[in-house]
């Protein structure tokens, strides 16, 4: 097919604009929890209205807590500049799901009359999840494996401007609850729980005979804390965590075996 000089024109205005503005900044991501689905959004560092020309993020949680991801779903300009989809089946690494997604994209934001501002989050895809877990958007040893080749990464106008995961957990049909995984466990395991406002929290790890093992203090916190414990240079047996929310306390059962 022969191009007219007008469209000729037109492609390398695009281009330009393109190179001139995806040599500046890179873009961020973040995973949020919104009712019943995941939000994964962008956070470019700078404007933006050229070709979005691929992305690759890994969502992660725990195989035990029965919670599933269901089809991805786009909406508006998104869904014209980066279609994204699944790369691949769900795959177990020991006791963690993982689910690789990956767009690609051809056509210029300006072409659909939008574009990024510098600084903003935007949503470029939402997930519907079922049951209660955490779920992570992250780079990790599993990601990082060749064989996987799936950590975060993303491409404007061709080049490579992958940003940092500014926000990466995201915990689905949570009400502040304190969730323990796994559960019985062999001395790793990992807590968490969120809270909505901002408050003073105090979180403690005891054995039997009350003697601290952890413990911290945080000011004003708000959002979702997350901690991987590592208890196998003590003793097994039954340990208790105790959560100080504000003016609330709760305990709560972790056994070592």
């Not at 070709?51 to 195989?63: E, L, P, Y």
């Not at 975060?152 to 106008?157: A, D, H, N, P, R």
């Given at each position: 097919m022969k191009l007219s000089f007008s469209h000729l024109l037109f492609a390398a205005a695009t281009l330009f604009t393109a190179s001139t503005i995806t040599a500046q900044d890179q873009v961020d991501v973040g995973l949020y929890h919104n009712g019943d689905k995941l939000e994964v959004r962008v956070r470019p560092a700078s404007s933006f209205n050229g070709?979005?020309?691929?992305?690759?993020?890994?969502?992660?949680?725990?195989?035990a807590s029965g919670a599933t991801l269901g089809a991805i779903q786009q909406e508006g300009a998104p869904a014209q500049y980066l279609p994204i989809s699944r790369?691949?089946?769900?795959?177990?690494?020991?006791?963690?799901?993982?689910?690789?997604?990956?767009?690609?994209?051809?056509?210029?934001?300006?072409?659909?009359?939008?574009?990024?501002?510098?600084?903003?989050?935007?949503?470029?895809?939402?997930?519907?999840?079922?049951?209660k877990g955490e779920f992570e958007l992250l780079n990790d040893a599993w990601t990082a494996e060749a064989a996987n080749n799936a950590d975060?990464?993303?491409?404007?106008?061709g080049a490579d401007r992958t940003g940092i995961i500014y926000k990466g957990l995201a915990a689905a049909g949570e009400d502040g609850s304190v969730s323990i995984q796994p559960n019985p466990n062999n001395g790793h395991f990992i807590f968490s729980f969120s809270t909505k406002t901002p408050m003073?929290?105090?979180v403690e790890v005891m054995n039997a005979l009350g003697q601290s093992v952890f413990n911290e203090t945080l000011r004003e916190f708000e959002g979702t804390y997350r901690?991987?414990?590592?208890?196998?240079?003590?003793?097994?047996?039954?340990?208790?965590?105790?959560?100080?929310r504000g003016g609330e306390s709760s305990t709560h059962k972790i056994v070592y075996r």
């Open positions: 070709i979005f020309s691929s992305m690759v993020f890994t969502i992660r949680w725990d195989a790369s691949g089946a769900l795959r177990e690494n020991g006791s963690q799901n993982y689910q690789v997604f990956a767009g690609f994209g051809v056509t210029p934001m300006a072409a659909l009359e939008t574009a990024w501002a510098a600084g903003q989050e935007y949503v470029i895809a939402t997930i519907p999840v079922s049951g975060y990464y993303v491409s404007l106008g003073d929290v105090t901690k991987e414990m590592d208890l196998t240079s003590q003793s097994n047996g039954v340990y208790y965590l105790k959560v100080k």
